[in-house]
């Protein structure tokens, strides 16, 4: 079972990278810890106010600080 760097609820920035377009960002909330099937730790992310979740893997996130938690959500 992999480590997880990031727990559920916590605000994390996921960077998302794309191969034709340029890479974007924004703040999440970690909804759920996805199995690694052998690769880095995934999870399962929500933009507040957002209907649907994404994966992402670890490297494509970092945390928030705590200050900015809460008025980010």
């Known amino acids: 079972m992999s480590n997880y760097l990031y727990a559920c609820g916590q605000h994390v920035t996921f960077t998302g ?3 034709m377009s340029p ?5 999440f909330v970690i909804t759920r810890l996805l199995p690694s ?3 880095e730790p995934r999870y399962e992310i929500r933009r ?6 994404r ?3 670890e490297s ?3 945390a928030l600080p ?7 959500f």
Do not use: C, I, K, Y
């Open 55 to 57: 994966a992402a893997l």
């Open 17 to 19: 990278r794309r191969v």
């Open 23 to 27: 890479s974007w960002t924004g703040d």
């Open 37 to 39: 099937g052998g690769e």
């Open 66 to 72: 705590e200050t900015l938690q809460s008025s980010v």
């Open 48 to 53: 507040a106010g957002e209907t649907h979740s």
């Open 60 to 62: 494509d996130l970092t």
